[in-house]
């Protein structure tokens, strides 16, 4: 059984930084892709970023240039910077990840809010 456990959520103000960590446990898989997703109250959740087993990134609109999404194979863990956070960016993050027979797999989700 694979398992994504999410870290590094929390409170911050806007114009603020942090750093999400996802690290895969469980039985070892073949990594296709991993990404990030966010789901804010009263809204659908949405892409946030996503990274391949090649290393080409795709990101949101409303991030792109913010927020930087990276791994760490041989650790097997994802991590997306948040840089010059706004209000909107509020949400629960959760990190998946597809294996390359395109089985997905989610975390729980780590709960980023700014402060007013």
């Known amino acids: 059984q694979v398992q994504l456990v999410e870290s590094g959520g929390g409170l911050v103000q806007p114009g603020g930084s942090l750093r999400l960590s996802c690290a895969a446990s469980g039985r070892h898989f073949s990594i296709f892709s991993m990404g990030w997703h966010r789901q804010a109250p009263g809204k659908k959740r949405e892409l946030v970023a996503i990274?391949?087993?090649?290393?080409?990134?795709r990101y949101s609109d409303s991030v792109k240039g913010r927020f930087t999404i990276s791994t760490d194979s041989a650790k097997r863990t994802a991590y997306l910077q948040l840089n010059s956070l706004k209000p909107e960016d509020t949400a629960v993050y959760y990190c998946?990840?597809?294996?390359?027979?395109?089985?997905?797999?989610w975390g729980r989700g780590t709960q980023v809010t700014l402060s007013s």
């Open positions: 998946n990840a597809h294996d390359q027979g395109g089985v997905e797999y």
């Open positions: 990274i391949g087993s090649d290393g080409r990134t």
